[in-house]
């Protein structure tokens, strides 16, 4: 298993209330750039406070990104900023369960992220944070006049033609 573009592995003993400051390396944005098949990652940063009761551990804050991404039309270079208030919480690994094992979860279990021995990973939540926050369907100014030539392709089949055969 290869170690997540964004890794931020804490102890769980370090979870006493501080404030922690990620900010990806720009090898690390440009990692992330492409999974997320993103023209590229200008900043991501995250501010989150890190607490810890027992073995569960929550990590709140702020998450800021400028992305560049491809218009879903046009494909011409969009650039958003992205700020997005994120809540994490960590809890240990629930090796008791089978594999097809039925359970129910809730609500609040949605957001909870499973760790395996003392160690959890705040940079790869952040990351899948910023994964859930790009808008898939993002469009620029100029997708408007690419749908009329997708529509004017469109109505006419021999239009993919047009300019290829002489006379």
Known sequence: ???????????????DGRTEQLSASPAER???ARRFDLV???RL???????RTGEVVDAAGTLCAD?????AVSAEDLHS??????????????????????????ESDLDEIEYEG??????EAVAQSLAIAIDPFATGPEAEAARALLR???DNPFAALKGKFKD
């Open 1 to 15: 298993m290869t170690a997540p573009e964004f890794s931020r592995r804490f102890d769980i003993r370090q979870a």
């Open 67 to 71: 992305i560049v991404q491809s218009c």
């Open 30 to 32: 440009e990692a992330l």
């Open 152 to 154: 004017d392709e469109a």
């Open 81 to 106: 900023e992205i700020r997005e208030e994120v809540a994490f919480r960590f809890i240990p690994a629930r090796g008791d369960l089978a594999p097809d094992a039925e359970i129910e979860l809730y």
């Open 118 to 123: 003392t160690a959890f990973d705040l940079g």
């Open 40 to 42: 590229r990652i200008d």
């Open 45 to 51: 940063e995250a501010e989150l406070v890190v607490t």
